[in-house]
């Protein structure tokens, strides 16, 4: 049944009737019929809004952009992202008017001659997560984003000897730039770690929020455990300013990192320069694309396969020589056939697996064949 006109004796209409199963009896306060008409139909859309979306539509505006934003950072989202950047390009743009073109105007706006793949990191992976979570709060319909392809080159890693030359004139960096190069972790999983997750006697970090969503652990070699700070109090960051402050993101070493390379002129190097020279180093040293997608802690052979290009015996040798451990070889993640002391831990998304001194541990996918 369908909302309809009724004229009282006063000359005042009322709508009555029943939609998407609410049954409405109200008063337009209008003796213009016309006016009435349109009452009833906003009336009616009103009530289809609140039937697919599960809230009433607002009488004066759609949700905005930054209410959505607002609602991701409430419900303790956003830390991958900078998001400075794309609620200044939408301000108080209402949800309902964002379009695909609107998004990539403002893209090429706000990075005019950055790469695609800048574009992509910072501008359209914070706003699709941002119009995602407004989809799953019913504050719009899901909005399918097309980001810009992005031609995979050269991943940007360094030789043993580049490395040297940095962490040589690192001074106070010098430690954390060890410890990037040593795990291959992301920079926020670094600049998160917190001594708690540090073992006694720092032989294993692991990082619990990761990227891809499942916790990883990675066993250090003497180098790298060399360069960690004294240890503190359990809640505790490891990796803090020269002053003893916490980093309040990664773009502050970044940043540091940036400036100390141009002064030494030296190669630019960003963080995740040291995460593609560890997954080049380790592939190496061990041929194994599985063990390297299991160690840095992606969830697909397509990110891993990009490193196997580098994975030369005479660059093996050059880490060796520097006195980076063999990846994977310190606690060890080699499991032997005459081995049997296996201790399997069912985890939602991942198997521990845990052994005695030949058998070692590492966090695989769930599915991963071993």
Known sequence: MSLTLTRRPSGIYRVRGTVHGIRIDQSTKTRDRAEAREIRDK??????????????????????????????????????YNLEIVIKAFADTELAEIT?????????AAFPHQKPSTR??????????????????????????????????????????????????ARGMSGLVTFYVGTGCRASEALGLKWKDVSPNSDRITFWDTKSNYPRSVDLCTRTRAALPLRQDAEKLVWRKDNGDPWSNRHGPARKLKRLCAALQLPHSNLHTFRHTWASWHYAQN????????????????????????????????VKQYNWRQFGQNLGNTLTKNNYNYRFQALTSHITIIGNDEVGSSILPCGTII
Do not use: C
């Open 43 to 80: 009336l009616a859309a009103e009530i289809f809004h609140q039937k697919i979306y599960g809230r009433p539509k607002k009488q004066n505006a759609d949700f905005t952009f930054g209410q959505a934003a607002l609602s991701y950072l409430e419900a303790g989202r956003g830390g991958a």
């Open 100 to 108: 695909q073109g609107m998004i990539d105007k403002k893209a090429r």
């Open 120 to 169: 992509l990191r910072s501008f359209y992976a914070p706003t699709s997560a941002i119009l995602r979570w407004a989809a799953r709060e019913r504050m719009m319909p899901f909005l399918p984003i097309e980001t810009p392809r992005i031609k995979q080159g050269r991943p940007d890693w360094r030789t043993p000897k580049e490395i040297e030359e940095l962490i040589a004139a």
């Open 287 to 318: 041929k194994d694309p599985m063990q390297l997608m299991r160690d840095g802690g992606w969830r697909s052979l397509t990110m891993v396969m990009r490193y196997t290009h580098m994975g030369s015996a005479d660059l093996a040798e050059q």
